[in-house]
């Protein structure tokens, strides 16, 4: 059985709690006590049941009525294993939004039937499109709110789906849904005869898995070096492809030689390969100029840009505005370099999806920019739509992750595009 995971975002209180408690309890996934203890939170706050709490475990969370940290959910059908990640709906959580969606495969987008597009609504769309989040559906929640209005959800839907085109996003399917009671959940609605599509339950089986890392070029980003036993062993984790004992390899952005000369777990058993996913432990041979950590480990014939220039889309997540003669601190995958912002191509207001202006000084809170960086030494990078690892990375000032981004394309090679 295969497993899915996607990330479900919308603005606050369009019921991305109560869809997932739904879904959960539709499906028989939730634990045996985990049902009479959402009655009984409540019945303490005097309503029905609601399958919000589910997801709201901490006491602060259901005093505040708002979900604060991006939460992963299991469920299972018949069919298929999926993962929920919940990003939360507040723009001040943005951060950890950024941090849940790059971990999925597709995304749900959630509307209010009687608010429509909100504010967060559309900087979530931005980010299920910067975060190149193709697969999408749509629910339009809350449908008992407004009657179960056919005029009304098909007003909406057309709204919508204009809305979306503006960042190159079209759903697979708009489905009118009232996660509160069920309808279109995982059975089809009495209250809406008018609908003929399918259950949301139904859409999430059309999601297709991506194709598979184990396919990818090797990468090995090198996490730690280890004196074990009188040998330097390398730490690190593979991103993608199939690491081989015996393989040569090459080493960058130094571009060094070496071969893989032992594999070993970290209980220090050894094995003739590691797959992408698992972290392990690697000997090397052979070696004309040791790894260190922020280095990345590759096939020859396979390697990745190495540049000291990049495009990409960032996102601002400061209150403290950037301005581009400021140096910062960047980390891609487990390396860290100084750099600076070269140019700010184009500054847009996430929410409006408005360029606000076009060769750009600064970068202000919840704004995204296309830029070119630059960074004091060459680093390891590659297209985010071909290796995420290599082609995510966050911006730091002082303690504090400031940025997000993807890189689209290295500037000296433009064949990095999706």
């Not at 004309?288 to 990345?296: I, Q």
Request: proline share 4%; net charge negative; aromatic share 6%.
């Amino acid at each position: 059985m295969n497993n899915l995971a996607f990330v479900m975002v919308g603005h606050v209180d369009h019921g991305k709690s109560t869809l997932i408690g739904r879904l959960l309890y539709d499906t028989e996934s939730l634990p045996p006590d985990k049902l009479e203890e959402i009655k009984i939170a409540s019945e303490e706050q005097g309503k029905d049941v609601e399958f919000a709490y589910v997801m709201d475990h901490l006491a602060e969370e259901r005093s505040r009525s708002i979900t604060i940290d991006t939460a992963q959910t299991f469920f299972r059908t018949t069919d298929r294993e999926y993962v929920i990640i919940d990003a939360p709906g507040h723009k001040e959580f943005l951060k950890n939004m950024i941090t849940g969606a790059s971990q999925a495969e597709a995304a749900v987008l959630i509307v209010d039937a009687a608010e429509g597009v909100r504010e967060q609504t559309q900087r979530h769309a931005f980010m299920i499109n910067m975060l190149g989040l193709e697969q999408l559906i749509v629910v339009v929640n809350k449908m008992d709110i407004i009657n179960f209005s056919e005029e009304k959800f098909i007003s909406l839907k057309k709204d919508l789906e204009i809305f979306l085109s503006k960042v190159n996003l079209t759903p697979k399917i708009v489905i009118p849904i009232s996660a509160k009671q069920g309808d279109n959940v995982s059975n089809r609605s009495e209250n809406m005869d008018w609908y003929d599509g399918v259950t949301f339950l139904d859409a999430l089986a059309s999601f297709e898995n991506m194709p598979s890392v184990l396919a990818k070029p090797m990468r090995y980003p090198v996490q730690l070096i280890h004196e074990i036993k009188g040998e330097q062993v390398v730490m690190g984790r593979v991103e993608s492809g199939i690491l081989e004992q015996g393989r040569e390899v090459i080493i960058l952005p130094a571009g060094s030689k070496a071969s893989v000369e032992k594999i070993m777990e970290y209980e220090g058993e050894g094995k003739p390969s590691s797959e992408a996913g698992e972290s392990t432990g690697i000997v090397l041979s052979g070696v004309e100029s040791h790894p260190k950590r922020g280095d990345v480990i590759v096939y020859p014939g396979e390697e990745p840009p190495v540049t000291e220039r990049f495009k990409a889309s960032l996102f601002w997540m400061s209150p403290v505005p950037f301005d581009i003669d400021e140096d910062i601190l960047l980390r891609i995958a487990t390396g860290e370099v100084t750099c600076k912002v070269e140019e700010i191509t184009e500054r847009i207001n996430s929410s409006t999806l408005e360029v606000i202006e076009e060769n750009a000084q600064v970068l202000n809170d919840t704004e995204a920019g296309e830029v070119i960086i630059r960074t004091t030494s060459p680093v390891v990078v590659e297209s985010f739509y071909k290796t995420k690892e290599l082609g995510r990375f966050v911006l730091v000032r002082g303690n504090d992750v400031v940025a997000g981004g993807i890189i689209a394309h290295t500037v000296e090679n433009t064949d990095l595009h999706r």
